[in-house]
Nanobody, 116 residues
Framework: QVQVVESGGGLVQPGGTLSLSCTASGSPFPINPMGWYRQAPGKEREFVAFATSGGTTNYADSVKGRFTISRDNNMVLLQMNSLKPEDTAVYYC????????????WGKGTLVTVSS
């Protein structure tokens, strides 16, 4: 069974920095891509960033230039700079496994609160 475990998160002031990490384990198949989504109170879950095993990255427009995703095997880091109150959300790590079909696995989520 694939397990996805996040760490990091917490309370930070506007303009501050925070990093999240995620590790996926237990898959006999390739995991590609790995990434982050977030869900703010009262809103739907939205894409934040992903990284492929080949080094390709992609970001939501709302975080471009402020967030950086990096990947090492089945671990991803999300460095978040210049945080804004609107970045407040529960952040979920996603691992997509290809075994002939794509299956998404999710972590339990970690809360990021940006507030003074």
């Amino acid at each position: 069974q694939v397990q996805v475990v996040e760490s990091g998160g917490g309370l930070v002031q506007p303009g501050g920095t925070l990093s999240l990490s995620c590790t996926a384990s237990g898959s006999p198949f390739p995991i590609n891509p790995m990434g982050w989504y977030r869900q703010a109170p009262g809103k739907e879950r939205e894409f934040v960033a992903f990284a492929t095993s080949g080094g390709t990255t992609n970001y939501a427009d709302s975080v471009k230039g402020r967030f950086t995703i990096s990947r090492d095997n089945n671990m991803v880091l999300l460095q978040m700079n210049s945080l804004k109150p609107e970045d407040t959300a529960v952040y979920y790590c996603n691992a997509r496994v290809y075994s002939g079909v794509h299956t998404d696995y999710w972590g339990k989520g970690t809360l990021v609160t940006v507030s003074s």
